[in-house]
Every structure is written in C-alpha cells, then in structure tokens.
C-alpha cells in the first residue's frame, strides 16, 4: 500500500530568535517566531509524514501548550515522527519540499539539510528533494516578515 501526505508550516520572523530551517542554522538577522525552533521545514515535512501515515498533525503530537517542547529541535520532532510511522508499519518512500522566502537564499544550505535530514529520518539523500522560491514580493511572505514551506510525501507498507 502506498499513501501520500502534505504539509504546510509558516512562522513569521523574530529578531531575538536564531534562523534554523531543515535543521541548519542559517545565517541571518532575524530568525522565527515560535514554541520549538520555528523549523518551518521539518514542521512541513513532519505534517505530510504524519498526514500520509493517517496520524493527524504536528500540533497534535507535539502542542505549543506543552512546555516539553519549548524550545526543541524540530531534528528531534521529525525523529520521533518517523518512529510514529515506522511502528504503524510504514515506510518513507521519498520526501519533496519547498522553503518559500524572499530572504535568506537556502541553495548554499540544501546539501546540509538533506543530510541532516537523511539521518533523522534514517532514508537516502536521494530519497529528499527541496527546493527554495520566492513569493514574487507578494502577501507577508513577499515582504519579508516571514518565511513558510510545504512538503509532500509518499509512504510504502512494509508489512508489519
């Protein structure tokens, strides 16, 4: 059985936050308002990881109410989504994502995400895909006040 997922993540920016997208801190002014890191990538792909494997969402699992998780790596959320679905006897087939901002440019840091995320996810570097565009300097993303992805994926029955 295959099945297919999609997520959306958006955080917008905070001055007094550090910037970390797939897992990598980015170089930049200005980093993401939220309760973990404001990793809007592996928020996104974590959503279609656990959409696809029929688990809900993010919110669901990790709630910006718990203070467990103040401050956490999303490397670490993304970790224990995979385990959420390994044990419902799936596995990632491949995961394809886009980061979409007006600043900073990610294409220097897309072979660091890819590979932190390959670990966390425990899947090939060639099984992970993204890519990075602008909003065309339209809405609050082409304004620059924040900075959104969107991530789909495709799970494979493993027989457990």
Known sequence: ??????????????????????GVKIPFDKG???????????????????????????????????????????????????KTIDEKGYSIVNIDSVIIAEAPKFAPHVDKMIDKISDAAKISKGAIN????????????GKGEGIAAYSICILEKTGK
Request: charge should be negative; glycine fraction near 10%; include cysteine.
């Open 1 to 22: 059985m295959i099945r297919a997922g999609i997520g959306y993540d958006v955080h917008s920016f905070s001055k007094d936050r550090r910037l970390i997208i797939g």
């Open 32 to 82: 993401l308002s939220g309760h973990s890191d404001a990793d809007v990538l592996l928020h996104a792909i974590c959503d279609a990881l656990l959409g696809a494997a029929g688990e809900g969402d993010i919110g669901r699992h990790f709630p910006n109410t718990d203070p467990a998780y103040k401050d956490i790596s999303s490397l670490e959320l993304l970790k224990r989504c995979v």
């Open 130 to 141: 993204i890519k990075a565009t602008t909003n065309e300097k339209m809405g609050f993303i």
